[in-house]
């Protein structure tokens, strides 16, 4: 009844083609292995790997989920094996490091295969996921005996990694973290603190787990500015690099949550048994008190990350709604009158279909984009290039977190709507990934977050200057439009939706200093804003390549044809939200800020 | 850690004063019960029962479910309990006839009561609400025979009622229904079929269940012209009254579902041991082949119920949500600068509890209006002013249903989101809310087939004549805004606003003929439109209200200037919708119709 998984590979090729610019990308130094016979392969066999050993476990997990057991965290059925393999694979450090045991393709390339294991299996795939993190922040910041311990470990996911950020009476604010670490004579740190929502936190699926720690040191200052990172093992590693003695520091309870069931939430105890051990043992990771600044490195890899988890999702919720459409039989057809139709054919169904199709093509393909920024930014010799691309990535980054996320509950929401009652019977395994995505919103920086992060230390910070070259990117793409006898009518649609975002953007730089809370208050619409015109330019680039290839061989034309639909829709349909945003931003945020009794 | 539910009787008795006009409805015939001092006291009174029975029961429901054990349906511990009180309390027929054992009371006056049934417990709730659409459609349709065996049970509570309609094969589409029934010498029936989805199809809470069964006789036309209606008892009658012996219809199993936990969703048989009863007994209600009429009738009254338990169900998320947020300290004042502020000071979170209240707020008054409209369809003598509340009702019933249920998933998506991690986890309990609201923008015919109707069969089958009046009268209160000082701004918004909707209404005429398909693919979208629309028209009645009250005793300063603030808001950040709702409606349907390798 559940439908099996299968990866779009047609439009993860396009995409990295037509519109990431793979070609120029594998021409940077560094990224020649991203040769197309390369590429291929591993998209296929990652998808082969998705849908033949995550994919059905999905549904284990989430019925199963995790249990503490005399100390241990027990995983589903079938969790340790499919790791096993996975690790096996080098899928872990497919985009790291070749220097300590990864693939080093570019992020452009392992982007597309994360989105596989996350339309795979999410609860499963956030375990190597925080390994990617980790290591990046190690990689960056930490001495180099402790890079010779850990590195390749994390790298190869032999170990599992874990962010330990949250604390009970710190939520988001990671400013009132109290978890403290006592300097010792020979290097080490001593610490104890309780953490929650930790994510495989405990496991026995790797022999060892290596947590990253934010901290306070006793002398640190107060605030933000006092915070350390550490790294803490679960076992504290032998001369040989085998895992030796138990450290101070275990699970102490998981949560029970509304999804994500096969991958355990915990709370964490360290230097629990503090009288004999004087607590967890760890070693800080490059200076104190910049842990914040580390731990942002590690963040906004996790951001991109959970931006690509919302387009994995919503791409399974997607394909299980359309094949429900296409094979439930009922009712008429509105204009023939034909009885006995799949329900596709409504029109009211089809446009679901549609609205979930475009949302998930526009936000990959500027994740795509985004990743092939960050090749650009990290692998360009010219730095003009290098450094442009940067700044897109870094203007980017909450919209492809942040609209991502959000995105992808509209369409799992719209996945079950299509199934009708079947979608709230839970056997029917829609209702999984409604459930599941519904955190994607909230961790590693709620929406919220990303968009005062957009608006404040992105757009305000530099007076919209990125934005504005963006914008003339944007631009040009609406001239290019015009110039195609078809694309026409998408031409003046994106035109006015830009039209909407610039104005937008004047009026938040005129008030951000003088209402800033009326600002603040179109933080969220605004990411909404620029996402959905971010969207429409990004389809409006396929709907320009589709067009450029209409007698190409590489893809059918009914393919290409489908993408220019696609685009318009996207126009027509979503992309038209920014006139409402944009009014709703520059007309409503004085009415939250200067409201005092509506809430009484 | 869960809280409990207050009832928002100031926010109802203001609208049923202010904006239903509960005074002038006191002046029908029949509806004299209805003075200031009984519906305060009714209202105080249920919000009294709903806080303190059926709300600390709303977990439990949740976390037990029912089970199915020897054939025998258990539901969560104390349903019966609370149940007995219910029906006792004289709750269950509070506005139904008095002549068969109700309260008699105005809809505009059960309708917020009702609601605070929903707030507290949904799940429960839906035991009761059965029984109102049941007892509609025996009093209008069965013979006096039935009505004198049933229709007192049903309307004190004393048995539980089901609407047996949905078939496996049949889903929404009762075109499909194979359920048959053989007529018997004796004028009843043996009924023999398989039922889905049938909530509290069984039971153990009351001592016998009165099924409505719609299914087709042997010599009935095909397609829905050959459904008719049946009454079938779980248990026959004895000639006393007292339940006998057991009928031939029995609970086959329950689904496992997303939400709604302690509501039992039944697999029914009937007609299961054919051999040796030849059916399950049952009884025509009224005429042959007019089921589905009077199914409507039915469907009508429980499809108005399941907007109010949208309002209700988010209700509750946002009392919860805005406790949530005033107690919960964290981070720092963007503007000052202070540390330690509890997150309502936050501007995005102040925004979306203002977009939750602003939409609770907006549905509830639409609502009560159009329950008001019954009251006055039913009441009134005046033949001219009956028949226009009637066309309204009519109009504006799947506004009530569709866009009620579709903004109580934002409303309980945005009190996840305000909780932050912790709205993640099941014990905070706001998880429970939104999984249960998930149903009802399915149940009682999805989102899809209310704007359908609302499209087609209301707007489209009379050229737009009612709607066309009702922009009339919403023009009206655009020229009172626009007469009230501090309403000015206001007033020009509405008027953009309607003009939208009157433009879109426009296009849906002028393409309703030649263009349905691309007519029909914004039905959901021009559903979205009338009721944003209606929204701010709604609470534009409420700011004038409130402006009129300014110095009055009966509510405080502080309250009313609330209102002002909320609907501002509504007008602003909200009504703005109208803008790209229309564009979309007119821009995307044929984008939509003509599409053929989108979805491919």
């Given at each position: ?146 890079k010779a311990t850990y590195l390749e470990k994390l790298v190869t996911g032999e170990w599992g990694g874990t962010m330990n950020l949250t604390e009970p009476q710190a939520g988001s604010d990671l400013a009132a973290i109290r978890t403290r670490a006592e300097p010792q004579a020979d290097g080490s740190y001593r610490l104890s603190g309780q953490k929650i929502f930790i994510s495989y ?200 977190k942040g609209w991502s996320t959000e995105l992808c509950q509209q369409v799992c929401y719209d996945a079950i709507q299509v199934h009708g009652g079947m979608g709230f019977v839970e056997e029917t395994g829609i209702a999984q990934h409604y459930r599941d995505a519904r955190i994607i919103t909230i961790y590693e920086g709620t929406t919220g977050i990303q968009a005062n992060d957009l ?45 909407a975002l610039e104005r937008t953007l004047d009026w938040i730089l005129a008030n951000g200093k003088d209402h800033l809370a009326a600002v603040l208050a179109g933080a969220v619409p605004f990411l909404h804003l620029l996402g959905t015109v971010c969207g429409s330019w990004q389809l409006a680039r396929v709907a320009l390549a589709a067009a450029r290839h209409a007698a190409a061989e ?47």
């Amino acid at each position: 009844m559940v439908l099996n998984y299968a990866a779009p590979l047609t439009d993860m090729h396009f995409l990295l083609q037509e519109v990431t610019g793979l070609a120029a990308i594998a021409q940077l130094p560094g990224c020649g292995d991203a040769t197309p016979d390369t590429v291929a392969a591993v998209l296929e066999e990652a998808g082969r790997f998705a849908a033949g050993v995550l994919a059905p476990l999905n549904r284990v997990g989430d019925r199963e989920s995790c249990r503490l057991e005399d100390g241990k965290v027990i995983t589903p059925q079938g969790w340790s094996e499919a790791y096993k393999a996975f690790a096996e694979g080098g899928w872990v450090g497919l985009g790291l490091s070749p220097d300590y045991g990864g693939q080093g393709l570019p992020k452009c390339v392992a982007t597309p295969v994360w989105e596989m294991w996350f339309s795979a299996n999410t609860a499963f795939t956030m375990l190597p996921q925080l390994n990617t993190g980790e290591a990046e922040a190690v990689l960056l910041a930490a001495s180099d005996e402790l890079k010779a311990t850990y590195l390749e470990k994390l790298v190869t996911g032999e170990w599992g990694g874990t962010m330990n950020l949250t604390e009970p009476q710190a939520g988001s604010d990671l400013a009132a973290i109290r978890t403290r670490a006592e300097p010792q004579a020979d290097g080490s740190y001593r610490l104890s603190g309780q953490k929650i929502f930790i994510s495989y936190g405990d496991h026995e699926i790797t022999p060892n787990i290596v947590h990253l720690v934010l901290a306070r040191l006793p002398d640190a200052p107060p605030g933000v500015k006092g915070i350390s990172m550490f790294l803490v093992p679960k076992f504290l590693v032998n001369a040989d690099g085998s895992p030796g003695a138990q450290n101070d520091v275990r699970c102490v309870g998981l949560e029970h949550k509304l999804g994500i069931h096969g991958s355990p939430t915990c709370a964490m105890s360290f230097g629990d048994n503090g009288e004999k051990s004087g607590g967890a043992t760890g070693w800080i990771i490059g200076e104190a008190n910049r842990g914040l600044e580390y731990m942002f490195i590690m963040m906004n890899e996790a951001r991109f990350g959970v931006g690509v988890q919302g387009i994995g999702i919503g791409e399974r919720a997607y394909q299980q709604a359309l094949a429900f459409a296409k094979d439930r039989v009922q009712g008429r057809d509105a204009v023939s009158g034909a009885a006995g139709i799949p329900i596709i054919n409504h029109p009211d169904v089809k446009r679901m279909l549609m609205t979930m199709r475009a949302r998930i093509m526009a936000a990959r393909a500027l994740a795509y984009t985004a990743a092939g920024w960050f090749d650009v930014a990290r692998h360009s010799t010219d730095k003009a290039t290098a450094d442009k691309a940067r700044r897109y990535v870094d203007l980017l980054m909450p919209v492809v977190k942040g609209w991502s996320t959000e995105l992808c509950q509209q369409v799992c929401y719209d996945a079950i709507q299509v199934h009708g009652g079947m979608g709230f019977v839970e056997e029917t395994g829609i209702a999984q990934h409604y459930r599941d995505a519904r955190i994607i919103t909230i961790y590693e920086g709620t929406t919220g977050i990303q968009a005062n992060d957009l608006v404040g230390r992105k757009v305000l910070r530099e007076n919209g200057a990125t934005l504005r070259e963006l914008i003339v990117e944007m631009r040009s793409v609406a001239k290019e439009l015009a110039a195609v006898e078809n694309l026409k009518s998408l031409a003046g649609r994106l035109e006015e939706d830009i039209a909407a975002l610039e104005r937008t953007l004047d009026w938040i730089l005129a008030n951000g200093k003088d209402h800033l809370a009326a600002v603040l208050a179109g933080a969220v619409p605004f990411l909404h804003l620029l996402g959905t015109v971010c969207g429409s330019w990004q389809l409006a680039r396929v709907a320009l390549a589709a067009a450029r290839h209409a007698a190409a061989e590489a893809y059918s034309a009914d393919y290409l044809r489908g993408l220019v639909e696609l685009a318009r829709f996207h126009a027509h349909a979503l992309g038209v939200q920014a006139l409402s945003l944009s009014a709703a931003i520059v007309g409503a945020g004085d009415t939250v800020a200067e409201s005092e009794f509506a809430l009484a």
